[in-house]
């Protein structure tokens, strides 16, 4: 355990506080942006890395200095490893923090890393590949006796006709509906589910074929199906000393295909008691494997309200803001003094203390270049307007600003809006209005699906089944797009009007049937003195 | 200051850049129910009242993203839905439409050019020049942001023209295939 240090003023640290002269960051986007500015706040040089597509880049902006390491598909640039540790030796990098995705779980990467002389940010390359590999973390965790996801700890046999009779009653023990998934996979690729034995052989060929062209292995094992379930996942730091602490759980049960939409902090309708479990199984997961850095353990959440051990996420999730915001501390700031050799801050120990009973509530919306009336269909191009929100309890994460071009190469992510208050109903009518004064031009952006969240009175009620995505918002997004189009095409002409011939006054006066301003804050049905007052401040405005 | 002082039709555009009839609209300034559009400059609407319906919306931008003459284009945001939007004069339009059609009654059996509707690179083309396609067929995939996206034939046809190859970075608009 670390010693307590006396507080005698404000400044917390030791006065020689800078683990690293320079860092390099190799990553891009918003989680660039993020390690460089805990970078700048404690001092440390950056060095950013760009493909082609990003030589203008916001995180190339930002850092002190840019290396170009390929062009842009990311295979080509963000996933050569080799290239981004020659440029961290030739620019004078201490270090590399991965971010998320890209290298960041890729112990061969981290291996590199270690091997050039140079700290990686984040577990070691042993432990990523002990946790990496999904069966062996079942395993792991079974034996610190955590409670995994009944399913087999063994490697699935694959088109293995002697075997199939032994898997089948493997399957029938496990219970139907079942998964089978991939040891190295991730994203739901590898995955397929099966609703009874027959489909069992077939399944494990077709998830085995898909994890090797995916992950080049193809390693698959079985999983009961847990639904209803939610996904609740434990952030965790560890030192070099072997001290592991739990900062918090989030819920992140609002998913598409596999893919988080929604995050918050804590998990709602958690008692301490269950709190306190959770945490402790996580760490108990995490010591198993010899975790040091920052990871998230995540578990699955039943009925029954018991918690189930999936895997071990060994990086900075995309989702560490909500936890900072209601633990009050910087994940990333801790992830670069723990790999710096430093141990656990007094001010991680404390938070860790306070965890089973927090008393802020914080949630993330992921701001994507995607449509959603268009089943998310991809929007890449140039953002041309740019409104961010502003005020008390709001945090904005992103790596662009008006001008810059969301290339079409890599993730659709542009932004996270996190908001923080006392509890859950005033996050979300803080979300509400952060989401209002957000304006996003130049491509369509995920904004309206998250309007609609936010004033969800399904969502008030407390995390969602996971495919409610796909019933409740497909059924109302219709409605709150054509809305949204009368009005546009009003604007449309009053933009129009001065290149369409001689101004006449307008004769929309007297009596108007239902008083209504676009543009003006939305909310529940306004009251009518809310709608006069709209009404004359409308009157004020050139018409 | 602009405010809406004639009558105008509104047509969305739909993503490969094709004004739509369906969702077009006249707006009558003259209408009673029609709303008023004030101006704040800067590109910023307020549309009040009348058949923008309730107090709700959000977002307000509008803005000029092609000049065309007579049939500009305009960006608006509202309530973070984006739609493109082709404003023209509403008398021009009618008698537009009514041109058009008796064109259209003929040129049905036309070539079809397939424009790209979002920018990427072309993962695979999986027809051929001469090919006779059903709808549905899968012409090409077009990979984008770590997805794969198939672009179907519209209607039956030949394939006159491939007009892109494998691994070549498309922009949004641009021709793909042409089919007969």
Not at chain 1, 50 to 60: F, L, M, N, Q, R
Not at chain 2, 62 to 73: H, I, P, Q, S, T
Not at chain 2, 120 to 136: C, D, M, N
Request: aromatic letters at 4%.
């Amino acid at each position: 355990m670390t010693s307590v240090a006396p507080e005698p003023s404000l400044r917390k640290d030791a006065p020689d506080e800078r683990p690293f002269a320079r860092l390099l960051i190799a990553n891009r986007g918003e989680i660039a942006i993020r390690i460089i500015r805990a970078c700048r706040e404690m001092e440390i040089e950056t060095v950013a890395v760009y493909s082609d597509a990003d030589a203008t880049a916001g995180h190339v902006r930002a850092a002190d200095e840019a290396v170009r390491i390929g062009p842009a598909p990311a295979a080509e640039s963000y996933l050569r490893g080799e290239a981004i540790v020659a440029a961290a030796l030739e620019s004078g990098a201490q270090a590399i923090h991965p971010g998320y995705g890209f290298l960041a779980e890729r112990a061969s990467f981290a291996r590199a890393v270690e091997d050039a002389g140079l700290v990686f940010v984040g577990p070691s390359s042993a432990s990523i590949a002990a946790l990496g590999d999904k069966l062996a973390a079942r395993r792991s965790a079974s034996q610190a006796g955590v409670p995994v996801v009944p399913g087999t700890l063994e490697p699935a046999p694959v088109d293995r006709p002697d075997q199939v009779d032994g898997i089948v009653a493997e399957a029938e023990r496990i219970g139907f509906p079942l998964l089978v998934k991939a040891a190295a996979g991730g994203g739901g690729r590898g995955m397929r589910r099966v609703a009874a034995a027959g489909e069992l052989p077939a399944a494990l060929v077709a998830a085995s074929a898909e994890a090797r062209s995916a992950f080049g292995d193809g390693t698959v094992y079985l999983e009961r199906e847990i639904r209803p379930a939610r996904h609740i996942e434990v952030q965790l730091l560890g030192d070099r000393a072997g001290t592991i602490v739990a900062l918090g759980e989030r819920d992140c049960s609002l998913q598409r295909r596999h893919q988080k939409l929604v995050e918050e902090a804590p998990a709602p309708g958690l008692s301490v008691e269950e709190r306190r479990s959770l945490h402790d199984l996580a760490v108990r997961a995490a010591r198993a494997a010899g975790l040091e850095n920052a990871a998230t353990a995540e578990f699955l959440f039943d009925e029954e309200r018991r918690f189930w051990f999936l895997e071990v996420n060994t990086r900075l999730q995309v989702e560490h803001g909500v936890t900072e915001l209601v633990a009050d501390v910087d994940i990333v700031r801790e992830q670069v003094r723990i790999a710096a050799g430093r141990p656990l801050s007094d001010e991680v120990l404390r938070a860790a203390d306070r965890a089973v009973a927090p008393e802020r509530h914080a949630i993330e919306v992921r701001i994507s270049a995607e449509d959603p009336a268009r089943e998310f269909t991809p929007t890449p191009g140039r953002i041309t307007h740019w409104q961010l929100p502003s005020g008390p309890g709001i945090r904005v994460d992103t790596g662009v600003e008006a001008g810059d071009r969301v290339p079409p190469d890599y993730d659709p992510l542009v932004a996270k809006l996190l908001v923080v208050d006392a509890d859950r109903d005033r996050a979300l009518g803080r979300l509400a209005r952060a989401l209002d004064e957000t304006v996003v031009g130049g491509i369509q952006s995920t904004l309206p699906f998250h309007r609609f969240i936010a004033r969800d009175p399904g969502f008030r009620v407390g995390p969602p089944p996971i495919d409610w995505v796909d019933t409740t918002w497909s059924r109302n997004l219709v409605a709150g797009r054509e809305a949204a189009l009368v009005a546009a095409r009003w604007a449309a002409a009053g933009a129009a009007a001065g290149t369409l011939g001689p101004d006449r006054p307008a004769d929309v006066d007297g009596d108007r049937p239902a008083v209504a301003a676009a543009g003006r804050p939305g909310g529940a049905e306004p009251r009518a003195w809310s709608r006069a007052g709209r009404a004359r401040s409308l009157d004020r405005w050139p018409r | 200051m602009a405010a809406v002082s004639r009558a105008v039709r509104v047509a969305p555009i739909d993503p490969s850049g094709k004004a739509l009839d369906e969702g077009a609209r006249d707006l009558d300034p003259k209408d009673p129910t029609a709303p008023s559009v004030a101006d704040l400059g800067g590109g910023r609407f307020v549309v009040a009242g009348g058949a923008a319906g309730e107090d709700r919306h959000t977002g307000r931008i509008a803005r000029l993203v092609a000049e065309a003459g007579a049939a500009d284009r305009y960006e608006v945001v509202v309530d973070g839905w984006r739609f493109e939007l082709e404003v023209e004069d509403a008398v021009r339009a009618s008698l537009r439409r009514r041109a058009t059609r008796a064109v259209d009654a003929e040129a049905s059996s036309g070539p079809l050019d397939i424009r790209a509707i979002i920018p990427g690179r072309v993962a695979a083309v999986r027809v051929t020049a001469g090919e006779v396609v059903e709808p549905g067929r899968t012409l090409l995939v077009v990979e984008a942001m770590k997805m794969q996206n198939e672009l179907r034939a519209p209607r039956a046809g030949t394939v006159q023209r491939v007009a892109v190859g494998e691994g070549q970075t498309i922009e949004r608009g641009d021709l793909l295939v042409v089919l007969t």
